[in-house]
């Protein structure tokens, strides 16, 4: 592709392909091709291979927009006007698995009611495509990223959902797990096979020599699988598989795999996905003598993958999914890589406030670590489909006086409840005796007590929920958490899933608390109210629109303070919240309240608030006070 590289970099417009005459196309090229030509460039140099390989990424491109619905063309002019549509106080997550939640995509399209019932403006599908029969690590292994798994329906039934979502304005998220595909793949039985060109899609080396090399510097991510970063193939040869020995690595290091899996991506886009979540990307790029995590170019690879969505799907969006050090996930948020980002520091540490009812931690982060890109969110959940684990900075710990292996190994103990008096019943998830070490598995109502019947477990609750709510960015509700379910222990009577402790957290839907959300007399209906009444009240208040935050400092331990100001720039009225983590009432004294107006409603209750006087929250009370 010399033509396209070398002309583009002389500024001469006729290096612009010739394409079908569609003017916001040749738009969105023109601005973007400056762009992508530098990224793949860097990435991949000006060689014949690397210029032909462009060449072709352009084509691709041309031809998936041309293949792109009016539909889909209209929503992207949509979103192009309007493009912090996702800011907004009005978004409301919803994540669940299509078969444990719907059996198969035509039972979700009959659970779009209650989607809307419950406020929802993006619903997340867990892994849905086709993947190896037993263990699949939940879906995470992909067999073919454009044929949905036979159990839950065709293509054309994901298109047919994601048709109606957008119709009730709700957008359709998927999974891309771009870091590895699955052994039974056909680009992988290719490589099995030996075929040359295909072999390089994947790290494959005759022997032992080059793993040794990368296993000096890479650390174990499931040692209980595999040991090391590599797996013996029954022919001799190794390949890299990070995860389980069924999912092999992606070798980006080759320009064929980079237009292969941006041809997947658009592939998707044009079947109405609007967000891709984006898989392990701290993975995505190997490097001999580096850890092979977090490298610069896996930046660069996400920004290249962005740079072509935005000429030939612009209303497509990525979500960094990094369970790294805190100042690493930051690093993946930005307008021209992931314009959303899971937040599982904040995660972590609402668990963690719970624990231990203090909430310097959380505060500290909030302070320190929220602030990101005003045209960026974070995406705010209390628990996800996967484990927690306890990723949280080090030296953020120490400065607070916090030894930071004691403080995990404290919450590895209580919440799996070794720890006295601790009201969680979470299952531990690669757990090391010996260490102490471990992740912890189970539901929101199983971890805050519901299971064993704790007197606050309705209150931490409603209170991990405001959190995240308030916060700022958008909210994701682990779907039948609204409603209490608890943890599912017959994962251990399925072959395929007995030996990974995490499916305890992904129960079937449960239809009779369901039936129940509309009693206040059960647990079942009063989390659905406090849930329902929250989300409505966001929704009404400008204040918790964008991510702008700013610490209130509380003069308490235990009560956890901020204010929310809205969108930059848009005169929002200030909104205070303040939130008890402790299981006894606690104080804010009038001069610490001094700086707030003599009167204050408090959204949440309706309630006029005089700040001239102390302010006591009840257990696992919180207000959003406004005025």
Same mark, same amino acid.
């Given at each position: 592709m010399t033509d396209h590289l070398t002309l583009h970099q002389e500024n001469d417009e006729s290096a612009l392909p010739p394409l079908r005459d569609d003017t916001d196309y040749q738009r969105r090229l023109g601005e973007q091709l400056p762009r992508l030509t530098h990224l793949f460039g860097t990435l991949y140099g000006h060689g014949d291979e690397a210029n032909a390989e462009f060449e072709r990424l352009l084509d691709d491109a041309a031809?998936?927009?041309?293949?792109?619905?009016?539909?889909?063309?209209?929503?992207?002019?949509?979103?192009?006007?309007?493009?912090?549509?996702?800011?907004?106080? @009005? *978004?409301?997550?919803?994540?669940?698995?299509v078969d444990l939640y719907a059996t198969d995509l035509s039972g979700l399209a009959r659970r779009l009611d209650y989607f809307e019932e419950l406020g929802l403006s993006y619903l997340h599908?867990?892994?849905?495509?086709?993947?190896?029969?037993?263990?699949?690590?939940?879906?995470? =292994?992909?067999?073919?990223?454009?044929?949905?798994?036979?159990?839950? /329906?065709?293509?054309?039934?994901?298109?047919?959902?994601?048709?109606?979502?957008? /119709?009730?304005?709700?957008?359709?998220?998927?999974?891309?797990?771009?870091?590895?595909?699955?052994?039974?793949?056909?680009? =992988?039985?290719?490589?099995?096979?030996?075929?040359?060109?295909?072999?390089?899609?994947?790290?494959?080396?005759?022997?032992?020599?080059?793993?040794?090399?990368?296993?000096?510097?890479? @650390?174990?991510?499931?040692?209980?699988?595999?040991?090391?970063?590599?797996?013996?193939?029954d022919d001799g040869r190794?390949?890299?598989?990070?995860?389980?020995?069924?999912?092999?690595?992606?070798?980006?290091?080759?320009?064929?795999?980079?237009?292969?899996?941006?041809?997947?991506?658009?592939?998707? =886009?044009?079947?109405?996905?609007?967000?891709? @979540? *984006?898989?392990?990307?701290?993975?995505?790029?190997?490097?001999?003598?580096?850890?092979?995590?977090?490298?610069?170019?896996?930046?660069?690879?996400?920004?290249?993958?962005?740079?072509?969505?935005?000429?030939?799907?612009?209303?497509?969006?990525?979500?960094?999914?990094?369970?790294?050090?805190?100042?690493d996930v930051s690093k993946y948020i930005s307008r021209d890589e992931c314009q959303l980002s899971y937040n599982p520091l904040q995660m972590a540490l609402i668990w963690s406030t719970l624990a231990t009812r203090d909430v310097s931690l959380l505060s500290q982060a909030l302070e320190r670590r929220h602030t990101i890109d005003d045209q960026t969110a974070w995406v705010n959940y209390v628990r996800s489909h996967d484990d927690i684990g306890w990723t949280f900075a080090d030296e953020d710990a120490r400065e607070l006086g916090i030894d930071p292996a004691e403080h995990r190994r404290f919450l590895n103990s209580f919440y799996v409840n070794r720890f006295e008096g601790s009201f969680a019943r979470g299952v531990p998830f690669q757990d090391n005796p010996k260490t102490g070490d471990c992740r912890i598995s189970g539901t929101t109502a199983s971890l805050a007590g519901l299971e064993q019947g704790d007197d606050g477990a309705i209150g931490r609750i409603v209170l991990a929920h405001s959190?995240?709510?308030?916060?700022?960015?958008?909210p994701l509700v682990y779907l039948?958490?609204?409603?209490?379910?608890?943890?599912?222990?017959?994962?251990?009577?399925?072959?395929?899933?007995?030996?990974?402790?995490?499916?305890? /957290?992904?129960?079937?839907?449960?239809?009779?608390?369901?039936?129940?959300?509309?009693?206040?007399?059960?647990?079942?209906?009063?989390?659905?109210?406090?849930? @329902?009444?929250?989300?409505?009240?966001?929704?009404?208040?400008?204040?918790?629109? /964008?991510?702008?935050?700013t610490i209130f400092d509380t003069k308490n331990s235990h009560v956890l303070g901020f204010q929310r100001f809205g969108i930059a720039g848009g005169g929002t009225a200030p909104v205070t919240v303040f939130a008890n983590f402790a299981d006894t009432p606690q104080a804010i004294d009038e001069l610490t309240l001094s700086g707030l107006e003599s009167s204050v409603t408090d959204l949440v209750s309706g309630s006029t608030i005089d700040t001239t006087n102390a302010l006591t929250l009840p257990a696992h009370g919180f207000v959003w006070l406004a005025g």
């Open positions: 031809g998936s927009w041309q293949r792109r619905s009016p539909d889909l063309k209209a929503h992207d002019a949509r979103r192009e006007a309007d493009p912090g549509w996702f800011l907004s106080n @009005r *978004m409301l997550g919803g994540v669940c698995y599908l867990m892994p849905l495509f086709l993947a190896p029969e037993g263990n699949s690590d939940g879906g995470y =292994a992909v067999s073919s990223y454009r044929e949905v798994n036979p159990n839950l /329906g065709t293509m054309a039934d994901l298109g047919a959902v994601a048709s109606e979502l957008r /119709g009730r304005d709700i957008s359709l998220v998927v999974d891309f797990i771009f870091n590895h595909t699955s052994n039974e793949h056909e680009w =992988a039985e290719k490589a099995l096979a030996g075929d040359p060109e295909f072999e390089k899609y994947y790290h494959i080396y005759p022997d032992r020599m080059m793993p040794d090399r990368f296993e000096q510097t890479t @650390r174990e991510i499931f040692p209980d699988d595999h040991p090391g970063s590599f797996i013996r193939l190794w390949v890299w598989a990070t995860f389980y020995s069924f999912q092999w690595d992606l070798n980006y290091a080759n320009p064929a795999v980079f237009r292969a899996m941006a041809g997947e991506m658009l592939f998707l =886009a044009n079947q109405g996905v609007e967000i891709l @979540r *984006m898989d392990a990307v701290a993975f995505i790029w190997k490097q001999l003598g580096t850890v092979c995590e977090n490298l610069p170019e896996a930046h660069l690879l996400l920004q290249a993958f962005n740079a072509v969505c935005r000429i030939a799907a612009p209303s497509l969006l990525f979500k960094s999914e990094a369970i790294v050090h805190p100042d959190i995240v709510l308030s916060t700022g960015g958008i039948g958490d609204e409603v209490g379910q608890l943890n599912y222990y017959d994962y251990l009577d399925v072959p395929e899933h007995s030996g990974d402790s995490r499916w305890v /957290g992904r129960p079937p839907y449960p239809e009779a608390l369901y039936a129940e959300r509309g009693d206040e007399s059960t647990a079942a209906g009063t989390l659905y109210a406090a849930f @329902r009444h929250l989300i409505t009240v966001r929704a009404a208040t400008p204040a918790f629109a /964008g991510g702008r935050l």
